[in-house]
């Protein structure tokens, strides 16, 4: 039986494994909690593609499509 990706794994045998991994790193850093630039607490959370909340200081933000910027 073949290893499972993660989070990927739900395409199958579907796309090649290199489009997979790359699919895999970018849902990881946009799932992880990020820091707010208002109250610098990690608990902000992508909304959509560029929009930002954080639970904390309730502040909504924009940014970079899957992460706040670096």
């Not at 739900?10 to 820091?35: D, I, N």
């Amino acid at each position: 039986m073949a290893k499972k990706i993660g989070s990927v794994a739900r395409f199958g045998a579907r796309y090649g494994k290199r489009t997979k991994t790359k699919l895999l790193s970018v849902e990881k850093l946009q799932k992880k909690p990020q820091k707010c630039p208002y109250c610098s607490r990690y608990q902000v959370k992508r909304i959509s593609a560029g929009i930002y909340f954080c639970n904390k200081c309730d502040a909504k933000f924009t940014g970079k499509a899957y992460v706040i910027g670096e």
